[in-house]
């Protein structure tokens, strides 16, 4: 395992500490998390204290069997990015990150389509997957006449890491298709919903995500499932056959406590056939894309990089 980004450690630590000092003045997620907090982490999307900005490049549009998406289109156009966007499969959204989405479009020279999927508790398991399918579904018969590539790509961050493993798998597995998604981007993922090592050791501390917000999380997305449930590959795909998947660009932070879900990943995929990075960003908690830091500006360059690339 290579760690990456060990200069900016300090940098990273120092904000990792007045993050945690913060969130004393916030509701804590604890376990699954009540109605209140959840309203407010759905009107604040991801991570910040205002709702985000949508920008007029973003047009909303449904696809296959009603699922909502929203895509960037720029000029120049090489490719085509299915976009899941992370929260717990309870909150986030496809407008959630429209400038990042919209750089990353630009830059990349990909067409961006974010999904907009269904969220638990009032959609849990298998409503966000179902509707991840059906996306990549209709960019598989669709992408060629609608952007004038068939170079499909797909990724996303946390739970929306998950749910793209989870749409490869069932692509494969329902549909016999594989090798229209060209390259998988998957950022501090969850693929062990019966919690690795890693999850279960991390503790209370006060970060984006800690081990009772993950457990919550999974109590929303899977009611009524136990530990042995949620290790069934259709829930957790690092239990899945992983062969036939494409290439992958698996990304974590040292002080997630999602880390062994990576690293695991990651060897898997690897022995699975097909060929892996792993990035490992020292001093980084779970989604720590979604602050101003050395460390992200470094990570959306090295996303931006690997996506423009990958798949030719």
């Given at each position: ?119 638990a508790p009032e959609h849990p398991f298998p409503a966000g997957p179902d509707d991840c399918e059906a996306a990549a579904r209709w960019l ?123 690293l695991f990943l990651a060897q898997r995929w690897q022995a699975a056939g097909a060929p892996v990075q792993l990035g490992v960003v020292a ?30």
């Open positions: 395992m290579t760690i990456t980004d060990e200069d900016c450690l300090a940098e990273t630590l120092e904000f990792n500490a007045q993050f945690e000092a913060a969130a004393a003045s916030r509701p804590p997620r604890g376990q699954a998390p009540n109605a209140d907090v959840l309203a407010l982490l759905r009107h604040n999307r991801l991570g910040g204290d205002t709702p985000p900005v949508r920008l007029p490049q973003g047009q909303d549009r449904l696809v296959a069997d009603g699922v909502k998406v929203r895509a960037f289109v720029p000029e120049h156009v090489d490719g085509v990015y299915l976009h899941i966007h992370g929260g717990g499969w309870a909150f986030g959204s496809a407008d959630g990150q429209d400038k990042k989405l919209w750089r990353l479009a630009v830059e990349a020279r990909l067409a961006v389509m974010s999904v907009d999927y269904r969220l598989v018969d669709h992408a060629e006449a609608e952007f004038g590539t068939g170079r499909l790509l797909i990724g996303g961050e946390s739970a929306g890491a998950h749910l793209s493993v989870l749409t490869l798998l069932r692509l494969r597995d329902r549909h016999g298709i594989t090798g229209a998604f060209r390259a998988a981007h998957l950022a501090f993922g969850p693929y062990d919903l019966s919690m690795t090592p890693s999850q279960r050791l991390f503790g209370s501390r006060r970060l984006l995500s800690n081990s009772d917000s993950v457990k919550g999380s999974y109590e929303l997305f899977t009611p009524g499932l136990g530990p042995e449930e949620r290790r069934d590959p259709e829930v957790s795909p690092l239990y899945a056959d992983l062969r036939g998947l494409p290439s992958a660009r698996i990304v974590v932070g040292t002080q997630d406590p999602l880390l062994d879900d990576s001093g980084a908690m779970h989604g720590f894309t979604l602050f101003p830091l050395t460390i992200t500006a470094r990570e959306q360059e090295r996303e931006r990089d690997f996506l423009a690339g990958a798949g030719r």
